[in-house]
C-alpha cells in the first residue's frame, strides 16, 4: 500500500533551518504531484507547498515564499522541503501528500486535490 513517512522535524531557534523529507513507496513516485501542508492547533490545515511531478512546477503559500524551497529526487522517491528562516508562526505539524491526478495551477494548494497522506512531522521554532 501507499506510505508517505515524514522526517527532518524537530525544535529550531527562530530564524534557524530545518530540511523536512517524504519518503514514498508502495506507488510510482515520478507519476506524482507532491505537496507539503502543515497543521497548527486550533487552525485549518493549510498549505505551504508543492512540486509537480515533472519537478518543473513549484507553488508555495504567500506565508513561506522566498524562505522555504521543495524539491524532489525520482531517484530516491523522496520529497523535501528546505525551511530557512524560520519564525515562531511556522510551529506546527507537517505534512506530505501526494496526488497522480491532474491538478491545474491554481488547485495545487487545495487539500482535496491529494489522494495520499503522511502523518506529519512535528515542527516547533522558538522565540
Known amino acids: 500500500q501507499v506510505q508517505l513517512v515524514e522526517s527532518g522535524g524537530g525544535l529550531v531557534q527562530d530564524g534557524g533551518s530545518l530540511r523536512l523529507s517524504c519518503a514514498a513507496s508502495?506507488?510510482?513516485?515520478?507519476?506524482?504531484?507532491m505537496g507539503w501542508f502543515r497543521h497548527a492547533g486550533g487552525k485549518e490545515r493549510e498549505f505551504v507547498a508543492a512540486?509537480?511531478?515533472?519537478?518543473?512546477?513549484?507553488y508555495y503559500d504567500s506565508s513561506v515564499k522566498g524562505r522555504f524551497t521543495v524539491s524532489r529526487d525520482n531517484a530516491k522517491s523522496t520529497v523535501y522541503l528546505q525551511m530557512n528562516s524560520l519564525k515562531p508562526e511556522d510551529t506546527a505539524d507537517y505534512y506530505c501528500?501526494?496526488?497522480?491526478?491532474?491538478?491545474?495551477?491554481?488547485?495545487?494548494?487545495?487539500?482535496?486535490?491529494?489522494?495520499?497522506w503522511g502523518q506529519g512531522t512535528q515542527v516547533t521554532v522558538s522565540s
Open positions: 501528500a501526494a496526488s497522480n491526478r491532474t491538478i491545474s495551477s491554481n488547485r495545487f494548494f487545495a487539500t482535496g486535490s491529494y489522494d495520499f
Open positions: 508502495g506507488l510510482t513516485f515520478a507519476s506524482y504531484n
Open positions: 512540486i509537480s511531478w515533472s519537478g518543473g512546477y513549484t
